[in-house]
């Protein structure tokens, strides 16, 4: 596995194309994100200043070898049907991920809408 499909990097990556979908808000924010307060300095050793993504989460497969599950939660705009939302994640984070990651086993996407704006 290269530094670039490292997991860290996967996430950020995963991040980025949701974020981009039709009809998504945003991530669904962490604790941590909801208690910082504006005025609080970038995340230290991190390269881009940002903490981890709290709305996707990468795992790996059971022995190593079965690819990654993705978690993504989403918070959608209210006049998007969160079921619309739901599978259009879904779609671009397999086609993401098949693009970034070739020879590797297919990646378990799940995706879960925690509110609407």
Not at 48 to 72: F, K, Q, S, Y
Not at 96 to 108: E, F, K, M, N
Request: charged fraction near 20%; charge should be positive; avoid cysteine.
């Amino acid at each position: 596995m290269t530094a670039r499909t490292a997991p860290a990097a996967l996430v950020e990556d995963v991040a980025g194309v949701v974020e981009n979908v039709p009809g998504v808000a945003f991530l669904r924010p962490g604790l941590a994100d909801r208690l910082r307060s504006s005025l609080s300095r970038p995340g230290e050793g991190t390269a881009t200043g940002r903490g981890p993504i709290a709305g996707v989460r990468l795992t790996p497969g059971p022995d190593g070898t079965d690819g990654w599950h993705v978690d993504v939660q989403v918070v959608a705009l209210r006049r998007a049907r969160a079921v619309d939302v739901a599978r259009a994640v879904r779609s671009a984070v397999e086609e993401h991920l098949a693009a970034r990651l070739t020879g590797r086993p297919v990646s378990t996407v799940t995706v879960t809408v925690t509110g609407r704006v």
